[in-house]
């Protein structure tokens, strides 16, 4: 990387993704934003930051699409000092890899078709979606040494347009790693359970 201009840098997107080779994050991927406006349901009554299509149904059930660090911060705030209960069950029932890029969810998608979700990891168990995402992160740390601590991702903008966009990475955790955290601080008691179809 040190030996390309900028400008090279900006013009090789698609040779970047042509080119990958790591274990999990392969050739013909991208990592793409899971969290984006078009994503949102309009018709609901209320929204929390970060936590997009929170709802509620009976018996203190909850549900959200993937949400933010600080979207998942704001649902643990709200169920703290809302609920008399000790602790909060949280499933993620995702059956693909996902990685938070600077304390935002992105998920691995095939180039040609960046709107669907990879369907050979359906009915994946939780051992090996949390290894997956092991190896997917030791894959985005070697492009990050490759590219001077910079990373191609994939954002979702207006009517759903896919546009690749470089960013430098603050911080790089798992699914697990993000939850591991957050019991760390002690504060919400929170216990973080990974539900797939298969066991």
């Not at 050739?27 to 949102?40: A, P």
């Not at 699409?65 to 069950?89: C, E, K």
């Not at 890899?97 to 998920?107: A, D, G, Q, S, W």
Request: aromatic fraction near 8%; include cysteine; charged fraction near 25%.
């Amino acid at each position: 990387m040190k030996d390309k201009d900028p400008k090279e840098l900006l013009l090789s997107i698609q040779s970047v993704v042509k080119n990958r080779n790591g274990s999990v994050l392969a050739r013909q991927l991208i990592l793409k934003s899971d969290h984006f406006d078009t994503g949102i349901e309009s018709r609901l009554d209320f929204g929390l930051q970060g936590a997009p299509n929170f709802r509620m149904a009976d018996l203190n059930i909850f549900g959200v699409a993937q949400p933010t660090h600080s979207g998942i911060l704001t649902i643990l705030n709200l169920m703290h000092s809302t609920m008399d209960q000790q602790r909060v069950y949280w499933f993620c029932t995702r059956e693909e890899p996902l990685i938070y890029i600077n304390r935002k969810p992105f998920v691995l998608r095939d180039i040609h078709s960046p709107y669907e979700n990879i369907k050979t990891y359906h009915g994946i168990s939780a051992y090996r979606l949390e290894a997956m995402e092991d190896r997917l992160k030791l894959d985005i740390k070697k492009e990050l040494s490759k590219w001077n601590n910079l990373l191609l991702v994939h954002e979702e903008i207006d009517q759903g347009k896919i546009v690749p966009m470089w960013t430098a990475v603050t911080d790089l955790q798992t699914t697990k790693e993000l939850f591991q955290e957050m019991n760390q601080q002690g504060k919400y008691g929170l216990l973080l359970g990974l539900t797939t179809s298969s066991p």
